[in-house]
């Protein structure tokens, strides 16, 4: 029997059961899962770059790392972290950029904004198309390093998943605007 964290995972069979762009898998330490949660909705309230009006947390989607579906929730988020990039670099090609040589013929504008975001993701800095966000790294993947706290002490982490969203109703194109930096001319 394989030891918790060493599954192996196709990425295509769990990209279409991660949640929308608006809900965010997070990664954190705690003592217990209220303090956890704690640290989630403090993340956001003091996130000066990403705001939302509404984040709720769902409780019964927190997941403790002693818990069988932790790694499994895990790799799916970062999974779909991966897939989010693969469709940004899918509409960069669409654009006509190929090699990394291309991009010194980019211009500003759509597919410099594409570029901005993956690498934004690439980065681990965390946005609105951020799927899993790992707070204890500040990052969105996992080094070796955190793996072996995490199998040590696996009571002190959590995942721990928050739906964000605006005050306007929800309407998943809204994220598509957000990226093609759409807006209405001054009158």
Same mark, same amino acid.
């Not at 721990?160 to 194109?173: I, L, R």
């Given at each position: #029997? ?15 059961? #991660?949640?929308?762009?608006?809900? !965010? ?6 003592? &217990? ?18 705001? @939302? ?9 927190? *997941? ?19 897939? *989010?990039?693969?469709?940004?670099? &899918? $509409? ?13 013929? #980019?211009?500003?504008? @759509? ?5 901005? *975001?993956?690498? !934004? ?17 500040? %990052? !969105?993947?996992? %080094? ?10 696996? %009571? ?14 929800? &309407? ?11 807006? $209405?001319?001054? !009158?």
């Amino acid at each position: #029997m394989a030891q918790p964290g060493n599954e192996t995972i196709n990425f295509g069979d769990t990209l279409n059961t #991660m949640p929308n762009p608006t809900t !965010h898998l997070l990664l954190t330490i705690g003592t &217990d899962q209220t303090d956890a949660q704690t640290r989630v909705e403090h993340f956001f309230a003091r996130n000066f770059l990403v705001k @939302y009006d509404r984040v709720t947390v769902i409780a019964a989607h927190t *997941v403790n790392a002693e818990e069988v579906a932790f790694w499994k929730r895990l790799k799916e988020g970062i999974a779909a972290n991966r897939r *989010v990039v693969e469709e940004l670099l &899918d $509409e960069l090609r669409a654009g006509g950029f190929e090699k990394l040589t291309d991009l010194l013929e #980019m211009r500003q504008g @759509y597919e410099s904004k594409l570029l901005h *975001v993956t690498a !934004h993701i690439l980065d681990g800095f965390f946005g609105v198309d951020t799927v899993f966000f790992n707070l204890a790294e500040e %990052s !969105h993947g996992l %080094s070796d390093r955190l793996v072996a706290a995490i199998k040590a002490n696996p %009571s002190g982490f959590w995942l721990v998943e928050a739906e964000c969203a605006g005050d306007t109703a929800h &309407d998943p194109d809204q994220l598509d605007l957000i990226r093609r930096f759409e807006t $209405e001319p001054p !009158h």
